[in-house]
């Protein structure tokens, strides 16, 4: 049996560590990346509470959770993509062109 | 006992991978380093006998999510870029930040204990997750879907090389 609080601190670490890298990192694919970490860290957390309650529900947000990160990820590449295509960077500081 | 080995495992794989993506300098060794993460919460999935998200993470993260990165970082090639500088306070007040509200949070559990639930049963099984999701869940499961279409139109859309010149 595997103690409730070892998954949530699992998932609270990967959390942690994918906010970091998108707080710190300036490459836009690397926040990306960073934000897939974070996503996974709170599927853990929705899975081991699922599992501790005996009840579907948290398998079945953790999925819905999964769709979005795939409809995120899919969007935001195509925003990389046309950004690259104008600026020849992925870099975050080239984006403050943006503000109004 | 062997289920809770196995769990330490795959967490301690999960967790120097995930350091490893953030540290990195390379893109492609970032996404290299994903994709072990990401297959390392699968085995945790498992461990919690969530077989059938355990089965999606591996699909459609490790088939799809990591292979999609791949090739954005090839058409961007992030090789010829300027590496990223950023002065050592700022970026010292953003790790410390995230990491003291999870190691606070972390404590606080580990120190209080997770209140007791009511009945823990065993596995979830396939059959009780497909009822409750087409029953309860169906409204957001249709709605997923037509997140992923919209999803799929805007990608294109924004990732296109031409405007399309319209006659209006």
Do not use: C, W
């Amino acid at each position: 049996m595997i103690p409730i609080e070892a998954v949530l601190v699992l998932g609270l670490l990967l959390f942690a560590i994918g906010l970091v890298g998108v707080l710190v990192r300036k490459n836009l694919v690397v926040m990306l990346m960073s934000l897939e970490l974070l996503l996974n860290g709170a599927n853990v957390i929705l899975v081991g509470l699922g599992r501790r309650l005996a009840s579907p529900r948290g398998a079945i947000f953790a999925l819905f959770v999964i769709i979005m990160a795939v409809s995120e990820a899919a969007v935001g590449f195509a925003l990389v993509l046309a950004y690259f295509r104008q600026k020849k960077s992925s870099d975050v500081d080239a984006l403050d062109d943006l503000k109004g | 006992m062997i289920t809770l080995a196995v769990f330490a495992f795959f967490a301690v794989l999960a967790l120097a991978a995930a350091v490893l993506v953030v540290v990195q300098k390379n893109a492609m060794r970032s996404v290299l380093y994903l994709a072990f993460t990401v297959l390392a919460v699968a085995g945790v999935f498992f461990t919690l006998q969530a077989e059938y998200l355990g089965a999606i993470q591996i699909l459609v993260y490790g088939g799809g999510i990591v292979v999609l990165y791949i090739f954005v970082i090839i058409i961007v090639n992030l090789k010829e870029l300027v590496p990223e500088r950023r002065p050592l306070l700022p970026k010292l007040v953003l790790i410390v930040v995230p990491v003291a509200v999870g190691v606070e949070v972390a404590y606080l559990l580990i120190a209080r204990g997770f209140p007791a639930a009511g009945a823990r049963g065993g596995g979830l099984g396939f059959e009780r997750m497909a009822e409750t999701l087409f029953g309860s869940y169906l409204f957001p499961f249709e709605l997923a879907s037509v997140l992923l279409l919209a999803v799929l139109v805007g990608a294109i859309i924004i990732a296109r090389r031409k405007l399309v010149h319209d006659p209006d």
